[in-house]
C-alpha cells in the first residue's frame, strides 16, 4: 500500500511544472552616476548545463560608438560584429577569456563573429579609436539581467532552488550572495571602487 501511495505521489509531482520565480531587486552603485552597466546573474544552476545558443547576439559599430555598450550573453553565444560606419574600425579585446582576439577591420555593412566560449566579462575596444569602448559579459547560466539605470532588475522564470547571484560592474565591485527561489525572490546588492 506504502508503495502504491509512494508511486502516486512521484506520479503527481513529475507531472507538475517545475516551480519559478523571478529574482528581482536594486543595484546601488557608489561612485557612479549610473548603474546600467551592471549585470547580475545567477552562478550556476546545479546538475544543469545548458547549450550554446543558436540565435547570435549583436554588437554593432555605429557612428563611432559600440552599440550597446554592454551586451549580457550565455556563454557559447555566438557575437555578430556588424560595422555600420563608413570608417573602418579594428576590434579586439585584451582579455585572455576571449583569446585576447583581434577581428582586423572590415568594410561597412559586413560582419565579422566570435564566439564566447567560457565565462568572460570581454572589454572591446578599438585601435583606431582609442575612445570607443563596450563589454561582452558572457556568463554560465540564461538568469541573467542588465540593471537600469536607477539599479533596479529583474530576472524571469528562475527554477527553484538555491543559488548563489553574483553581479558584474566594469568598474565597481560587489559581493556575490546565496539566494534561495522559491517564487518571487528579492535580492539587493552594494558594488562599489
Ligand atoms: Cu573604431
Known sequence: MK??????????????PAAA??????????????????????????????PAPAAHAKMNQLNMKFVPRILPVLEGTTVDFLNSDAVLHNVFTPDACADKFNLGTWPKGET???TFKK????????????????????????????????????IADVPDGSYTLKVWHPRLKGKEKPVKVAGATEADFEIAR
Open 112 to 114: 565579422k563573429t566570435y
Open 119 to 154: 565565462e568572460c566579462a570581454a572589454a572591446l575596444l578599438c585601435k583606431v579609436h582609442p575612445e570607443m569602448e563596450a563589454y561582452v559579459v558572457a556568463v554560465p547560466t540564461p538568469y541573467y539581467a542588465q540593471a537600469k539605470a536607477d539599479g533596479s532588475y529583474q
Open 3 to 16: 508503495k502504491i501511495l509512494i508511486a502516486l505521489i512521484v506520479a503527481a509531482s513529475s507531472a507538475l
Open 21 to 50: 520565480g523571478d529574482i528581482h531587486g536594486k543595484v546601488t552603485c557608489k561612485g557612479s552616476s549610473t548603474c546600467a552597466d551592471t549585470v547580475v546573474y545567477v552562478a550556476a544552476i546545479p546538475g544543469k548545463t545548458f
